[in-house]
T-cell receptor, first 113, second 114 residues
Framework: DGGITQSPKYLFRKEGQNVTLSCEQNLNHDAMYWYRQDPGQGLRLIYYSQIVNDFQKGDIAEGYSVSREKKESFPLTVTSAQKNPTAFYLC????????????FGDGTRLSIL | AQTVTQSQPEMSVQEAETVTLSCTYDTSESDYYLFWYKQPPSRQMILVIRQEAYKQQNATENRFSVNFQKAAKSFSLKISDSQLGDAAMYFC???????????FGKGTHLIIQP
């Protein structure tokens, strides 16, 4: 079945540690996105990528980094510079072109130890 | 910049009845789309319905329909014959003419009373 796989489902970070969230898609989508969701809030865009080896900052990119070395993969690193990383993180992908609907993974819950 | 406002943090409806969720938005884009996404307790984000801003006809998907008022920048979702499986957070979402992701409202928690 085609879809988006995020791993791990739950992740814990120690103070000063970088952690990486995985996102893989087999939908052959060109575009991929990372969102953060806080309790009682909608999603906010962290980073997005329209093609391999290119990505753009979203609304809340500070303290995060990404790479897009393969079309299928768009990992997100939460760095120690992100002072409030506890949140639910969702990865999405879509076809290229204007306003294509996005397909979402099941998310990763990140917590601080 | 785009903003989306959902003024109803929570709504409750009896099973089999009809409920309408409100949404207003603001955008400077001339070409944009509007969406309603559903997030059940499993946290998965599911597309419910999509509306192209240039189309006057309101979108419909089975029991789900929208009332799109472009001049008023209003985009409400009507759910007919509510079912227990409709219980979820519902997010009103806009996308602009570019490729910079979606703008989400804060959501409306829909409760279905059996």
């Amino acid at each position: 079945d085609g879809g988006i796989t995020q791993s791990p489902k739950y992740l814990f970070r120690k103070e000063g540690q970088n952690v990486t969230l995985s996102c893989e898609q087999n939908l052959n989508h060109d575009a991929m996105y990372w969102y953060r969701q806080d309790p009682g809030q909608g999603l906010r865009l962290i980073y997005y990528s329209q093609i391999v080896n290119d990505f753009q900052k979203g609304d809340i990119a500070e303290g995060y980094s990404v790479s897009r070395e393969k079309k299928e993969s768009f990992p997100l690193t939460v760095t120690s510079a992100q002072k409030n990383p506890t949140a639910f993180y969702l990865c999405a992908s879509s076809n290229s072109g204007l306003n294509q609907p996005q397909h979402f993974g099941d998310g990763t819950r990140l917590s601080i130890l | 910049a785009q903003t989306v406002t959902q003024s109803q943090p929570e709504m409750s409806v009896q099973e089999a009845e009809t409920v309408t969720l409100s949404c207003t938005y603001d955008t400077s884009e001339s070409d944009y789309y509007l969406f309603w996404y559903k997030q059940p307790p499993s946290r998965q984000m599911i597309l419910v319905i999509r509306q192209e801003a240039y189309k006057q006809q309101n979108a419909t998907e089975n029991r789900f329909s929208v009332n799109f008022q472009k001049a008023a920048k209003s985009f409400s979702l009507k759910i007919s014959d509510s079912q227990l499986g409709d219980a979820a957070m519902y997010f009103c979402v806009t996308s602009g003419g570019g490729a910079d992701g979606l703008t989400f409202g804060k959501g409306t928690h829909l409760i279905i009373q059996p």
